[in-house]
C-alpha cells in the first residue's frame, strides 16, 4: 500500500516535455510548424549558443489575439482538431497541442502576437513552474516566440547534449527540412555571429538546389506522379551525379520528413540498372496523401507514418522515375552517367552482339553486405563457366564479315602475346581485391571480377533454371497485407521457373522450395519484391539471386579460373551488372603515355 503516487504537475509536465523536446532543433522544429500552420509567407529564426542559449522565431502568420495567447501554453490546446475524427482530416503540421506547453516546461518562453482584428499586440511569459502572464504591447501583425535557457533548471538533460556547433547544425537541418516542404516561403536563419542565411521563395528544384547546395543545380529535374488518393513530385538529380550514402535521399509526406525506410526504397528501385552498384541517387520525394489514408499520430514528433496501402505509392514513385530516367537515357545520355564506350574492334562470337568498355571513374565498389563466397574456380552454383561455349579459347573470335581486311585487324590489335590464342588477351593478375588485369590489343582492361561474374550468371539464368532446393521446414512468406500476398502469389508460375515453389499451409502462404543460389532469406526477398514496384520484378529477384552467387571482392581466383572469366566477360552482349555498372575499365597505351607524359 502507498506505492504508488500521481506525480505532481511539473514533473508530469517535464516527462510530456521530453517526449516531443529532447534538444533545441526539436524545439524549433514545433515552432517552425506553428509558424507554417499561421499561414506565414516570411519566418526568420535566430538562435544562439546553438539554440541552447536562444531561439527567436518571428513569423508575418496570421497571429493570435490576448484570448487565443493564454490557451495556447496550455497543454492538448490547439486550434487544428476539436474531435478524433478531425485526425482523419488534419492537414496541418501540427495538431496534438503539445508543443508549447512542451516547450515553457522546460524553458523560459516569451510569445508576442496580434492578430489583423486586434488593436495591439499582446505579450506571453512563462517558464518551468512560473504560472503566464499576459501584457499588452506595440507590436506588428504575426508572431515572435522567444525560447531561452533551454534546459536551465534541468542540468541532467543538458548534459545529454552536444556543443552548441553541433546543435546549431541541426537546428539547420530542421529548418532546412521545413524549406524544402515549402518553397513558397522566404526563410531566414541566423546562428551566433554568422551571416543569415536567407532562402527565397523558388520553385522546387531551385530549392533544393540553394538548400542542399551539393547537387549541381542544371542536373535537376521535378516530376509529377499521382494514384488513387495521393500525388507527387520528386525532384532529382540526373545519375551521373550521386553519392557513397543515403545523405541526399529524403522523403516527405504531407509537407513533413518522415523516417520510412519503403520510400526511399522505392527511389532507390526507380535508380535501379542506372547507378554504379555501392552508388546513391540524390532524389527528394514530396508526397501529398489523403489525411485519411495515413496516419502520423503514431510519434509524439510525428517522423513516421503509417499507411492505409503503403504499396500503392511505392510503386507510382518507382515507375515514374523508370519512366523518366528511361526517357532521360534516350534525350540527354550525358547526363544519365558515363556510358560504356564502344572499343573499336571487332565482334566478339559467343552471344553476338558488340562489346564495349567504359571510361576512366565510371566503375565504383560492388554493394556491400553479401555473404563470402569461395575463392578458386568461379561457378556460383550453376555450372562451371569456362571459355564460352564453343569459343574455343580465352578470347572471342572474329566473324570475317565485321572487317574488310585481317590486316587492318592486325594494325589495330598487337601480336598476341603467349599463353593466348591468336588475336586473344594477355591475363596479368590480380590487383586491389575486385580487379583482374589484362591486355587486348593496345589496352589494359581492369575487369571487376564480381560485377561480370554476376552479368555472367544473370543471363545464364534467363536461359537455364536453376536447381530448387526444398526447404526441411516450408518458410511463411510473412506479407504485411493481403494485397501484398496477393502480389507474391501472382507471380508464382514465374517464380517457378526461378527455383521457387510456393503453396498454402492452413490458408497461410509459404515458400516450400527455394532455388539453390538463394537458400536463406527466400521469404524476405520474396517480401522485399512485392515492396519493390519494381516493373519486371522476376528480373529483379534474378538479379538478387546472380548478386549472391558471384564471386566476391576479397576471393582470389587460380589464374585458369580469372582467364575463364575474363573469356566469358568478352563474350556478353552487354557489358554491365545487372544493376548497371560497367564490368571494366579499359586504358589505352596513349592514355597510359599520356599519363606519365610521354605524350605531351
Known amino acids: 500500500m502507498g506505492i504508488i503516487k500521481v506525480l505532481p504537475p511539473p514533473v508530469a509536465r517535464l516527462i510530456a516535455a521530453g517526449e516531443v523536446i529532447d534538444r533545441p532543433a526539436s524545439a ?86 496580434r492578430d489583423a482584428a486586434s488593436p495591439s499586440a499582446q505579450r506571453l511569459v512563462a517558464g518551468p513552474g512560473s504560472a503566464a502572464s499576459i501584457s499588452a504591447c506595440a507590436g506588428r501583425k504575426g508572431t515572435t516566440v522567444t525560447v531561452s ?22 537546428c539547420r537541418q530542421v529548418l532546412v527540412d521545413k524549406a524544402l516542404a515549402h518553397p513558397g516561403i522566404r526563410f531566414s536563419f541566423e546562428s551566433g555571429s554568422a551571416k543569415p542565411e536567407i532562402l527565397l521563395p523558388a520553385e522546387r528544384p531551385g530549392r533544393v538546389a540553394d538548400c542542399l547546395r551539393e547537387p549541381p543545380r542544371e542536373l535537376l529535374h521535378a516530376i509529377r506522379f499521382s494514384g488513387p488518393g495521393f500525388e507527387g513530385e520528386i525532384v532529382l538529380a540526373g545519375p551521373s551525379f550521386y ?22 526504397q522505392a527511389l532507390e528501385y526507380g535508380f535501379e540498372g542506372f547507378l554504379p552498384g555501392g552508388a546513391h541517387p540524390c532524389a527528394l520525394l514530396f508526397l501529398e496523401i489523403d489525411p485519411a489514408l495515413a496516419d502520423f499520430n503514431i510519434h509524439p514528433a510525428k517522423r513516421e507514418v503509417r499507411f492505409k496501402d503503403p504499396d500503392a505509392p511505392r510503386r507510382a514513385v518507382s515507375q515514374a522515375l523508370r519512366d523518366f530516367l528511361g526517357e532521360l537515357a534516350r534525350r540527354d545520355p ?36 553479401f555473404p563470402p563466397s569461395r575463392a578458386g574456380r568461379w561457378q556460383g552454383g550453376v555450372g562451371a563457366f569456362g571459355a564460352a561455349e564453343g569459343s574455343g579459347g580465352y578470347a572471342g573470335r572474329i566473324p ?24 586473344g588477351f594477355r591475363y596479368l593478375g590480380q590487383a586491389l581485391g575486385p580487379f583482374l588485369l589484362f591486355e587486348l590489343g593496345d589496352s589494359l582492361f581492369l575487369l571487376d571480377q564480381h ?10 539464368l534467363a536461359r537455364r533454371p536453376p536447381e530448387a532446393q526444398e526447404l526441411l521446414v516450408p518458410e511463411p512468406v510473412g506479407a504485411e497485407s493481403d494485397a501484398e500476398e496477393a502480389r507474391i502469389e501472382a507471380l508464382a508460375p514465374g517464380l517457378a521457373l526461378l527455383g521457387f515453389r510456393l503453396e498454402r499451409s492452413g490458408g497461410e502462404l509459404m515458400v516450400a522450395a527455394a532455388p539453390a543460389l538463394l537458400p536463406q532469406g527466400a521469404a524476405r526477398e520474396l517480401r522485399e519484391l512485392a515492396r519493390s514496384g519494381a516493373e519486371d520484378p522476376l528480373r529483379a529477384i534474378r538479379a538478387t539471386m546472380a548478386c549472391r552467387a558471384a564471386v566476391k571482392d576479397g576471393d582470389e581466383l587460380e589464374p585458369e579460373a580469372a582467364r575463364e572469366l575474363i573469356a566469358a566477360a568478352l563474350e556478353l552482349p552487354e557489358p554491365r551488372c545487372p544493376h548497371g555498372r560497367p564490368i571494366w575499365v579499359r586504358l589505352t597505351r596513349e592514355e597510359l603515355y599520356r599519363m606519365v607524359r610521354r605524350i605531351v
Open 400 to 423: 570475317a564479315e565485321s572487317w574488310p581486311s585481317i590486316d587492318a585487324l592486325r594494325d589495330r590489335v598487337a601480336a598476341p602475346p603467349s599463353p593466348g590464342p591468336a588475336l
Open 451 to 460: 560485377a561480370a561474374h554476376e552479368r555472367i550468371l544473370f543471363d545464364r
Open 334 to 369: 550525358a547526363q544519365v552517367g558515363p556510358e560504356p564506350g564502344p572499343f573499336e574492334g571487332p565482334e566478339l562470337a559467343g552471344l553476338g552482339g558488340p562489346w564495349s568498355a567504359s571510361g576512366l571513374g565510371a566503375d565504383g565498389p560492388a554493394a556491400p553486405g
Open 28 to 113: 524549433l522544429r514545433e515552432l517552425l510548424d506553428n509558424a507554417i500552420d499561421s499561414g506565414a509567407r516570411e519566418i526568420a529564426v535566430r538562435i544562439e549558443e546553438g539554440g541552447i542559449g536562444l531561439i527567436r522565431l518571428s513569423d508575418d502568420g496570421s497571429g493570435m489575439d490576448a484570448e487565443d495567447l493564454a490557451l495556447s501554453i496550455l497543454p492538448h490546446a490547439t486550434s487544428k482538431i476539436s474531435s478524433a475524427d478531425d485526425l482523419l482530416r488534419a492537414r496541418s503540421l501540427g495538431f496534438r497541442g503539445e508543443a508549447l506547453a512542451s516547450i515553457a516546461a522546460a524553458a523560459r518562453v516569451e510569445i508576442l502576437s
Open 149 to 170: 535557457g533551454l534546459f536551465a533548471d534541468f542540468p541532467a538533460r543538458r548534459q545529454f547534449l552536444k556543443r552548441p556547433q553541433a546543435e546549431a547544425a541541426l
Open 243 to 264: 553519392r557513397p550514402d543515403r545523405r541526399l535521399m529524403q522523403a516527405f509526406v504531407n509537407r513533413r520528413r518522415v523516417q520510412e525506410w519503403p520510400l526511399l
